[in-house]
């Protein structure tokens, strides 16, 4: 009887550690898939933060056209492109000094590049790919729309700023998903 209580208490302690290494597994993998779904939720973040960051900088360049043609106000047409968008060639050194406008253009081009913020002779301070717009509004002699545009990291919806899309030298940045803009009109008042 002595033995045969003896055979039992064995069996009944190997089912005990059999049963504490299950729970030591289910554990362990309950921590793995934690740790996994805490490392997306940081990569996502950082996509995240990344394209705040970067809109941040496009409304940043955005206001800054906006303000040079509100200074020059008289001159705001000579602000309308020629081509198609600004930001695609360096523009030279020493922006001209013709005109207020054909400065203010150049030096928004050298923004758009990145010449804000300067590292070792490289030009760091640029959002990805950013292009800039002056279109003047159809139909108008007094509106303008103004506008940034850019490469995201992630697929979104794409954006329905027109300005600097759709030509022969826009960049689609492989997929309109990844397109993202900001823009605005600009009014010069008129007194008659």
Request: net charge positive; proline share 2%; glycine share 10%.
């Amino acid at each position: 009887m002595h033995h045969l209580h003896h055979m039992n208490s064995r069996k009944a302690l190997r089912r005990q550690r059999g049963a504490a290494m299950m729970e030591s597994l289910i554990a362990m993998l309950i921590v793995a898939f934690g740790v996994l779904g805490f490392v997306g939720l940081q990569a996502r973040t950082a996509v995240t933060n990344l394209e705040g960051y970067q809109r941040a900088q496009a409304m940043i360049l955005l206001n800054d056209m906006v303000q040079r043609i509100n200074t020059n106000r008289s001159a705001a047409g000579s602000y309308v492109l020629t081509t198609e968008y600004l930001g695609n060639t360096l523009p030279p050194t020493n922006c001209p000094t013709t005109s207020v406008a054909d400065r203010d253009k150049c030096e928004w081009t050298k923004l758009l590049l990145g010449a804000a913020e300067v590292q070792a002779g490289q030009s760091v301070g640029a959002i990805r790919t950013a292009r800039g717009c002056v279109q003047q509004v159809a139909g108008t002699t007094n509106e303008f729309v103004v506008a940034v545009f850019w490469e995201g990291v992630q697929s979104t919806a794409s954006t329905t700023v027109a300005c600097g899309y759709g030509g022969t030298t826009a960049p689609t940045y492989g997929d309109a998903t990844l397109r993202r803009a900001v823009s605005t009109v600009v009014r010069i008042g008129v007194l008659s």
